[in-house]
């Protein structure tokens, strides 16, 4: 990695704080419901997921499928752990309001629920990651499922609902700072990230893209394959719990059935539009992401008559076909995405470089 | 004590004709390209779909070889446009592309069928009522293994005896060597795409009639269990994609009768760590030596 010069690092830090005073700024400005809170929010929740995958996917070369699974771990310790005293009765109205019997602090449960995953990453790895790419993958997704029947499994009712829904905890509403709601997600995402970046850059971070690259090459220089990959796994997966904790602080509910591995699909073609290998792309691309299905491409979904001419095909669903025609495109010709495996913040180094040669 | 359990029996050998169908699919082209075709349970959806349409203006006669013909047309489709740009590319690309297509396939589905369940047409002969010993079942029930068998034999036939048979299993040893040899394998993979919807086609027939609707993310789970399938049976062999099928309908159907109804997917998925930790080559998979 290119040491970043002290501009170049003061420019950036400059450059995140203009983007939170100015997400704050159109809070302030045009309310919490708005369209482009909504997006934000989500689309910071979802940069912090698709960072973690790209982690694994991207710089170590694990193909691993299993992320709904460990967003699914996060996001239920977090609903399960903070969820007030006095509103157990109601929630738990099958299972004589729980066995849990107390609530944590929000920051405690939102770690909590990273450590919860990466645990269970630990375990999981520990057979799962002898294998390699598409075995992997299926493996991964398969433990994904396994994961989902256990928590919706009745006889652990009293701690998860069962199949049922579980809400009233504390969600993004109750997390203002300076009186806005989106400062929370992208504070806890931009931490997360900027601590993957640090890892990426470090040590660790070089002996997974030495694996990545070539695994025996790598072992012959003495990189430890097995713990290596574990540990870039249960990372992976720590941050996908947290991940998974911010988005239930983000829909207010949350039901193990929503966790399918269509979400993880979702989350890998983010990280696929971005660039494998490139965190800053993962983050622009999930910004682009939810924007598009959530809410740029949204007129596709509404019939439109233009004086008499009625605009043929648009009606309801259309836009998701717009939408996975064109990530198609993107994953058949634009093999690299936006960025490739370079960074934003690198791209004009390179442009320098190029110029001096 | 049997009689109780003739039902679940049934039922799973019944499944697992089905999720046979499905398997040879993906086992095919995993023989061939090493790809895992996420979009086959799609393809296995559409047909379901194609049906659902068909039946609404002609005869089943007229229906089930145009649902086949289009399965196919599919299939081939699904090939040329998401998998043949990828030839060179890295493995990974190649799966990224099929879970692409796999997303653009379900929701083209949800634009045309409008999001809602559609009744699958009942299928004259094939949702009859038969009594067996003490337990009542539809006759696909008892179709579906026979069917399965039989196709299954002439697959069979056709890999061992015919010259096409033969190049597929030249391609499957060697993609390169046999590219040398003058094997066109773009019509060996294509006919590997043909024969694999055609199947699915098949056994979306029979998958439908017991369970009567048909939604765009129905085909995800039984496409699922039937890679699972081909896994555990060894994934390019065709008599293992079979036998792992079976036994995994049966398997699922009896825990359901255990009363862990929850747990049938997870199941399977068990299995598959299992098997892929301590025989990952599978019930009949052949060996292949790490290459460096």
Same mark, same amino acid.
């Given at each position: 990695? &290119?040491?970043?010069?002290?501009?170049? &690092?003061?420019?950036?830090?400059?450059?995140?704080?203009?983007?939170?005073?100015?997400?704050?700024?159109?809070?302030?400005?045009?309310?919490?419901?708005?369209?482009?809170?909504?997006?934000?929010? &989500?689309?910071?929740?979802?940069?912090?997921?698709?960072?973690?995958?790209?982690?694994?996917?991207?710089?170590?070369? #694990?193909?691993?499928?299993?992320?709904?699974?460990?967003?699914?771990?996060?996001?239920?310790?977090?609903?399960?752990?903070?969820?007030?005293?006095?509103?157990?009765?109601?929630?738990?109205?099958?299972?004589?309001?729980?066995?849990i019997?107390?609530?944590?602090?929000?920051?405690?449960?939102?770690?909590?629920?990273?450590?919860?995953?990466?645990? #269970?990453?630990? #375990?999981?790895?520990?057979?799962?990651?002898?294998?390699?790419?598409?075995?992997?993958?299926?493996?991964?997704?398969?433990?994904?499922?396994?994961?989902?029947?256990?928590?919706?499994?009745?006889?652990?009712?009293?701690?998860?609902?069962?199949?049922?829904?579980?809400?009233?905890?504390?969600?993004?509403?109750?997390?203002?700072?300076?009186?806005?709601?989106?400062?929370?997600?992208?504070?806890?995402?931009?931490?997360?990230?900027?601590v993957?970046?640090?890892?990426?850059?470090?040590?660790?971070?070089?002996?997974?893209?030495?694996?990545?690259?070539?695994?025996?090459?790598a072992?012959?220089?003495g990189?430890?394959?097995f713990?290596?990959?574990? %540990?870039?796994?249960?990372?992976?997966?720590?941050?996908?719990?947290? /991940?998974?904790? %911010? %988005?239930?602080?983000?829909?207010g509910?949350?039901?193990?059935?929503?966790?399918?591995?269509?979400?993880?699909?979702?989350?890998?073609?983010?990280?696929?539009?971005?660039?494998?290998?490139?965190?800053? /792309?993962?983050?622009v691309?999930?910004?682009?992401?939810?924007?598009?299905?959530?809410?740029?491409?949204?007129?596709?979904?509404n019939?439109?008559?233009?004086?008499?001419?009625?605009?043929?095909?648009?009606?309801?669903?259309?836009?998701?076909?717009?939408?996975?025609?064109?990530?198609?495109?993107?994953?058949?010709?634009?093999?690299? /995405?936006?960025?490739?495996?370079?960074? %934003?913040?690198?791209?004009?180094?390179?442009?320098?470089?190029?110029?001096?040669? | 004590?049997?009689?109780?359990?003739?039902?679940?029996?049934?039922?799973?050998?019944?499944?697992?004709?089905?999720?046979?169908?499905?398997?040879?699919?993906?086992?095919?082209?995993?023989?061939?390209?090493?790809?895992?075709?996420?979009?086959?349970?799609?393809?296995?959806?559409?047909?379901?779909?194609?049906?659902v349409?068909?039946?609404?203006?002609?005869?089943?006669?007229?229906?089930?070889?145009?649902?086949?013909?289009?399965?196919?047309?599919?299939?081939?489709?699904?090939?040329?446009v998401a998998?043949?740009?990828?030839?060179?590319?890295?493995?990974?690309?190649?799966?990224?592309?099929?879970?692409?297509?796999?997303?653009?396939?379900?929701?083209?589905?949800?634009?045309?069928?409008?999001?809602?369940?559609?009744?699958?047409?009942?299928?004259?002969?094939?949702?009859?009522?038969?009594?067996?010993?003490?337990?009542?079942?539809?006759?696909?029930?008892? @179709?579906?293994?026979?069917?399965?068998?039989?196709?299954? @034999?002439?697959?069979?036939?056709?890999?061992?005896?015919?010259?096409?048979?033969?190049a597929?299993?030249?391609?499957?040893?060697?993609?390169?060597?046999?590219?040398?040899?003058?094997?066109?394998?773009n019509?060996?993979?294509?006919?590997?795409?043909?024969?694999?919807?055609?199947?699915?086609?098949?056994?979306?027939?029979?998958?439908?009639?017991?369970?009567?609707?048909?939604?765009?993310?129905?085909?995800?789970?039984?496409?699922?269990?039937?890679?699972?399938?081909?896994?555990?049976?060894?994934?390019?062999?065709?008599?293992?994609?079979?036998?792992?099928?079976?036994?995994?309908?049966?398997? !699922?159907?009896?825990?359901?009768?255990?009363?862990?109804?929850?747990?049938?997917?997870?199941f399977t998925?068990?299995?598959l760590?299992?098997?892929?930790?301590?025989?990952?080559?599978?019930?009949?998979?052949e060996?292949?030596? !790490?290459?460096?």
């Amino acid at each position: 990695m &290119k040491r970043m010069s002290n501009t170049r &690092k003061i420019v950036s830090v400059a450059v995140v704080f203009l983007i939170y005073f100015l997400a704050w700024f159109a809070e302030a400005r045009l309310g919490t419901n708005s369209m482009l809170i909504t997006v934000l929010k &989500k689309g910071a929740v979802y940069a912090l997921i698709a960072a973690s995958m790209n982690l694994l996917n991207g710089f170590t070369g #694990l193909f691993s499928l299993g992320q709904a699974g460990f967003m699914l771990v996060g996001a239920y310790v977090y609903a399960v752990f903070t969820i007030p005293l006095k509103r157990h009765a109601a929630v738990y109205q099958y299972y004589n309001g729980g066995i849990i019997q107390f609530e944590l602090p929000m920051l405690v449960a939102l770690l909590l629920a990273g450590i919860v995953a990466a645990l #269970l990453a630990a #375990l999981v790895g520990l057979p799962v990651l002898r294998l390699k790419s598409d075995y992997l993958a299926i493996a991964t997704l398969g433990f994904a499922e396994i994961i989902r029947a256990i928590v919706q499994w009745d006889t652990l009712g009293p701690i998860t609902n069962g199949s049922n829904l579980l809400k009233t905890y504390p969600t993004f509403k109750d997390a203002k700072i300076f009186g806005s709601t989106v400062l929370f997600p992208f504070l806890v995402s931009g931490v997360c990230i900027v601590v993957i970046l640090l890892l990426i850059n470090s040590t660790y971070g070089r002996a997974f893209k030495a694996i990545r690259d070539d695994e025996i090459a790598a072992e012959a220089m003495g990189v430890n394959l097995f713990r290596t990959k574990e %540990l870039a796994f249960v990372i992976s997966c720590f941050f996908a719990g947290i /991940g998974g904790a %911010l %988005l239930a602080m983000f829909q207010g509910t949350v039901q193990a059935n929503s966790f399918k591995s269509s979400m993880t699909y979702d989350i890998l073609l983010m990280v696929v539009i971005g660039g494998m290998g490139s965190i800053s /792309g993962s983050v622009v691309a999930s910004f682009l992401y939810i924007a598009c299905s959530e809410w740029w491409l949204r007129f596709l979904d509404n019939e439109l008559v233009i004086g008499t001419f009625h605009v043929p095909l648009l009606r309801s669903g259309f836009r998701m076909v717009v939408f996975s025609a064109v990530i198609m495109v993107v994953v058949l010709f634009f093999r690299k /995405g936006l960025m490739g495996d370079k960074e %934003l913040w690198n791209l004009q180094l390179n442009r320098e470089r190029r110029l001096r040669r | 004590m049997f009689n109780q359990l003739l039902p679940y029996l049934l039922a799973g050998v019944s499944v697992g004709g089905q999720y046979a169908l499905i398997a040879v699919g993906y086992t095919m082209v995993y023989g061939i390209l090493r790809l895992i075709n996420f979009a086959h349970g799609d393809v296995f959806t559409a047909a379901g779909f194609f049906m659902v349409y068909l039946m609404a203006s002609m005869p089943l006669g007229v229906a089930a070889p145009l649902v086949i013909l289009l399965t196919v047309a599919l299939g081939f489709t699904l090939e040329r446009v998401a998998y043949k740009p990828l030839r060179q590319a890295p493995r990974m690309s190649v799966m990224i592309s099929a879970i692409g297509a796999s997303y653009l396939l379900q929701n083209l589905m949800w634009y045309v069928t409008g999001g809602l369940a559609k009744q699958y047409p009942v299928l004259p002969l094939l949702s009859d009522s038969v009594q067996i010993g003490a337990a009542s079942t539809k006759v696909v029930t008892l @179709v579906t293994p026979v069917l399965t068998v039989l196709l299954v @034999v002439a697959l069979q036939l056709l890999i061992k005896h015919t010259k096409i048979g033969m190049a597929m299993r030249a391609v499957s040893v060697d993609f390169e060597t046999s590219q040398l040899m003058g094997i066109k394998i773009n019509s060996v993979i294509s006919t590997t795409f043909i024969i694999g919807s055609a199947l699915a086609a098949v056994g979306s027939m029979l998958y439908f009639t017991n369970y009567s609707t048909v939604t765009p993310t129905v085909g995800a789970m039984p496409g699922l269990k039937a890679f699972v399938a081909a896994v555990f049976g060894g994934i390019g062999s065709i008599p293992g994609a079979v036998i792992g099928a079976f036994i995994i309908g049966i398997c !699922e159907n009896l825990i359901k009768a255990a009363g862990y109804t929850a747990f049938s997917d997870a199941f399977t998925f068990a299995l598959l760590i299992l098997v892929l930790l301590f025989r990952p080559t599978g019930l009949f998979g052949e060996k292949t030596a !790490e290459k460096v």
